[in-house]
C-alpha cells in the first residue's frame, strides 16, 4: 500500500512517553544499542516480562522529547560505530507512539545512526509505515503461528501481525523474528511449524531468535497485583530449545 512520508515531521514537538533507557544494550540488535522502551502496549502476553510497560500512563514513567533523547544518544556514537550498533526502540509496543517513533528515528537516521524496531507488529500498517521507513532492522515478535494459540497468549489477533510482517517484506526492510519458546504455551509443534511456514514465505527474514521462556519479571506481575498465570511454569530445557530451532530450519530459515 502506499503510504505518504511526512518529511517535515517537527522533531522539536515530538515528545514520547518512555518507561526507560538501556545505554549499552547487546541483546536487542546488532552491536552495542542505546535501548529506548516506551511506554504503552495493546496486548497482554501472558509471558510478558515488562507489564509495568502496559499502561500508557503509568506513574513514574518519564515525556522526553526527541532533541533530548537525541543529545544524548549522540554521545554514545563512538560505541556504536566500533560495534556495528545503533538504537533500539522497543517497549511496551512503540508502535503506540507511532509519530514519536518516526521522528526519533528519522532524527537518527540524519545523524548516520542504525535504527532498529523491537515490535510485536500489532499496529495497523498504515500507522507503522512513516516509521519502517527510518527503520534498518525490525526485531519482529511473533508470538505464535496459530491463530487460536496466539490469542491465547495475547488476548488480540494474529492478523494484524502477519500483515505487517508481510508489508515489511514486500518493501525490502530486513527483519529478525522473535519466537518466545514456553512450556505448555507455545511449544507446541505443530504451531511451531505453521510459523515457520509462514516465515519461510517472507522475503527479509535474516534469521529466527528461539527465546527461551523465563521468570526474572515474575516479580513485577506480583508488584503490581497482576495474575500470573505462568508462575509455575519451568523455563525449557535446552533440548526443547534446540528440537524448536530445528523446525525452523528444515524450512531453510537461520536460527540464533
Request: charged residues 20%; aromatic residues 8%; proline residues 5%.
Amino acid at each position: 500500500m502506499a503510504v505518504l512520508i511526512d518529511e517535515n515531521i517537527g522533531l522539536s514537538q515530538t515528545t514520547g512517553i518512555i518507561h526507560s533507557v538501556e545505554t549499552c544494550g547487546t541483546v536487542d540488535g546488532p552491536g552495542i544499542r542505546y535501548v529506548i522502551f516506551a511506554q504503552g502496549c495493546p496486548l497482554k502476553c501472558q509471558y510478558c516480562h515488562n507489564p509495568d510497560t502496559w499502561n500508557m500512563n503509568r506513574e513514574g514513567s518519564m515525556v522526553m522529547s526527541v532533541p533530548e533523547l537525541m543529545a544524548d544518544i549522540v554521545t554514545y556514537k563512538p560505541f556504536m560505530e566500533f560495534s556495528g550498533g545503533g538504537v533500539t526502540l522497543s517497549g511496551g509496543e512503540p508502535l503506540l507512539q507511532a509519530n514519536f517513533a518516526a521522528a526519533l528515528f528519522k532524527a537518527c537516521k540524519e545523524s548516520g545512526i542504525h535504527t532498529a524496531l523491537d515490535t510485536s507488529g500489532y499496529a495497523p500498517v498504515g500507522l507503522s509505515a512513516p516509521v519502517f521507513h527510518y527503520t534498518d532492522l525490525v526485531l519482529l515478535d511473533i508470538k505464535s503461528g496459530n491463530a487460536e494459540n496466539f490469542k491465547q497468549i495475547t488476548g488480540r489477533q494474529l492478523g494484524p501481525v502477519k500483515a505487517t510482517a508481510e508489508y515489511l517484506s514486500e518493501n525490502g526492510i530486513p527483519m529478525w523474528i522473535r519466537f518466545v519458546l514456553v512450556p505448555g504455551l507455545s511449544d507446541n509443534t505443530e504451531h511451531i511449524k505453521e510459523l515457520a511456514e509462514f516465515i519461510a514465505g517472507l522475503k527479509t527474514v535474516e534469521k529466527v531468535e528461539v527465546l527461551p521462556f523465563h521468570k526474572m519479571g515474575e516479580y513485577k506481575w506480583a508488584d503490581l497485583g497482576l495474575d500470573c498465570k505462568l508462575a509455575q511454569t519451568q523455563p525449557p530445557d535446552e533440548n526443547a530449545v534446540e528440537q524448536a530451532k530445528i523446525i525452523f530450519r528444515k524450512k531453510g530459515i537461520c536460527t540464533n
